[in-house]
């Protein structure tokens, strides 16, 4: 096993170069850059992404297209247009600037933002305790939710507690999380009806001055309805592969043997048919915790005010803003792939049999 931990962390360094280096080529090809944004707030086009959301803008479908071109012809003045340049590094080759790029990442000098004045590590450092709160608690419950459900469902098959919860298993899947987070702002955070929880922020104001206790209360009262919103949408395919896990190994000769031994059914469920059935379930964690971490939260997060990660990267990405955009893939590249090693070896926990390394 430790063998293969250091043959998967070895292989980290080239699936990130190789990662970096085509999204790298993706955004080179993609028109309207930092330089061309620049020229066009110079010459009053509005580039925020709000405009290009709500297409506020007219002259902005038109601006890019000539942008792509910018010359001196358009009124810019050449030497700004160097400067301009220089400012963001188009005034190197674009090998010399992913080289560049790749030394200083190898160093976590992520660079600085092109239209934040600060560095990227700093924003990510300053946006990770949103998307860590999110995506973790969120991941939490869905698995205290769905596994005890799963296995509750797979037990009494057929019965009227499983028919009950699946049918509000498919209710709560076919709510959109961000439909359901409106409806809760609009009864529970003030919109119309009761003012009970908290419109937006990670914390309140007073923070600081609160107990401990009290800042735990404070935190909670926070992330209620944004994890809630989470959780219902989202729990319902672990509860199901968790159920059809164990049914699975319910129906196998063993259990029928351990059964015909004088096993209790508690003994047959836990300690024969657990560890079998869990196996399928823990290699979706780490799809889950980066789906909420990168993917979920991000509609949550702009309904609730609540400034994270995955706002950073559209943001970013809207903006063109690159050092960012390459910074968060560099980081979420990063933080997938050591979750999914810890994955493997969970597996190897949960189940010693497993050989990693005599894997080809």
Same mark, same amino acid.
């Given at each position: 096993?430790?063998?293969?931990?250091?043959?998967?962390?070895?292989?980290?360094?080239?699936?990130?170069?190789?990662?970096?280096?085509?999204?790298?080529?993706?955004?080179?090809?993609?028109?309207?850059?930092?330089?061309?944004?620049?020229?066009?707030?110079?010459?009053?086009?509005?580039?925020? %992404?709000?405009?290009?959301?709500?297409?506020?803008?007219?002259?902005?479908?038109?601006?890019?297209?000539?942008? #792509?071109?910018?010359?001196?012809?358009?009124?810019?003045?050449?030497?700004?247009?160097?400067?301009?340049?220089?400012?963001?590094?188009?005034?190197?080759?674009?090998?010399?600037? $992913?080289?560049?790029?790749?030394?200083?990442?190898?160093?976590?000098?992520?660079?600085?933002?092109?239209?934040?004045?600060?560095?990227?590590?700093?924003?990510?450092?300053?946006?990770?305790?949103? #998307?860590?709160?999110?995506?973790?608690?969120?991941?939490?419950?869905?698995?205290?939710?769905?596994?005890?459900?799963?296995?509750?469902?797979?037990?009494?098959?057929? #019965?009227?507690?499983?028919?009950?919860? #699946?049918?509000?298993?498919?209710?709560?899947?076919?709510?959109?999380?961000?439909?359901?987070?409106?409806?809760?702002?609009?009864?529970?955070?003030?919109?119309?009806?009761?003012?009970? $929880?908290?419109?937006?922020?990670?914390?309140?104001?007073?923070?600081?001055?609160?107990?401990?206790?009290?800042?735990?209360?404070?935190?909670?009262?926070?992330? %209620?309805?944004?994890?809630?919103?989470?959780?219902?949408?989202?729990?319902?395919?672990?509860?199901?592969?968790?159920? &059809?896990? $164990?049914?699975?190994?319910?129906?196998?000769?063993?259990?029928?043997?351990?059964?015909?031994?004088?096993?209790?059914?508690?003994?047959?469920?836990?300690?024969?048919?657990?560890? &079998?059935?869990?196996?399928?379930?823990?290699?979706?964690?780490?799809? %889950?915790?980066?789906?909420?971490?990168?993917?979920?939260?991000?509609?949550?997060?702009?309904?609730?005010?609540?400034?994270?990660?995955?706002?950073?990267?559209?943001? %970013?990405?809207? &903006?063109?803003?690159?050092?960012?955009?390459?910074?968060?893939?560099?980081?979420?590249?990063?933080? @997938?792939?050591?979750?999914?090693?810890?994955?493997?070896?969970?597996? $190897?926990?949960?189940?010693?049999?497993?050989?990693?390394? @005599?894997?080809?």
């Amino acid at each position: 096993m430790n063998y293969y931990i250091l043959r998967r962390l070895a292989l980290i360094i080239p699936t990130l170069f190789g990662i970096i280096l085509i999204n790298f080529l993706i955004v080179q090809a993609s028109p309207g850059g930092p330089v061309e944004q620049m020229i066009a707030n110079l010459e009053g086009f509005d580039t925020s %992404a709000t405009s290009r959301i709500s297409g506020t803008s007219s002259t902005l479908d038109v601006g890019f297209d000539d942008l #792509s071109e910018y010359r001196g012809r358009r009124g810019i003045d050449p030497e700004l247009l160097k400067d301009i340049e220089k400012l963001y590094g188009f005034d190197k080759p674009a090998t010399e600037r $992913f080289i560049q790029m790749i030394t200083n990442y190898l160093h976590f000098d992520l660079g600085d933002s092109f239209f934040r004045s600060a560095k990227v590590i700093d924003l990510i450092m300053q946006k990770l305790p949103v #998307s860590i709160s999110l995506g973790l608690w969120g991941t939490l419950l869905i698995y205290l939710i769905s596994i005890p459900l799963g296995i509750r469902k797979a037990v009494r098959q057929g #019965s009227r507690f499983d028919i009950w919860t #699946s049918i509000m298993i498919a209710i709560g899947y076919a709510i959109p999380s961000f439909l359901l987070a409106l409806l809760l702002i609009v009864l529970f955070a003030g919109g119309s009806y009761w003012n009970i $929880f908290p419109l937006r922020g990670l914390v309140s104001d007073n923070f600081e001055s609160l107990s401990v206790f009290g800042k735990l209360l404070d935190y909670a009262w926070h992330m %209620a309805l944004p994890i809630f919103c989470m959780v219902v949408g989202s729990f319902a395919s672990l509860t199901m592969l968790t159920k &059809n896990s $164990f049914l699975d190994e319910i129906q196998k000769q063993y259990v029928l043997t351990a059964k015909a031994k004088g096993a209790s059914e508690n003994q047959v469920l836990f300690k024969h048919v657990f560890r &079998n059935a869990m196996l399928v379930v823990i290699s979706g964690f780490p799809h %889950a915790l980066l789906s909420m971490l990168l993917t979920s939260s991000l509609l949550i997060e702009i309904v609730f005010s609540l400034d994270g990660l995955g706002l950073l990267g559209y943001e %970013a990405a809207i &903006n063109r803003d690159y050092p960012v955009i390459f910074g968060t893939l560099y980081i979420f590249t990063l933080l @997938s792939m050591l979750i999914k090693l810890l994955s493997d070896i969970s597996y $190897f926990v949960v189940d010693p049999r497993i050989d990693f390394e @005599s894997r080809g």
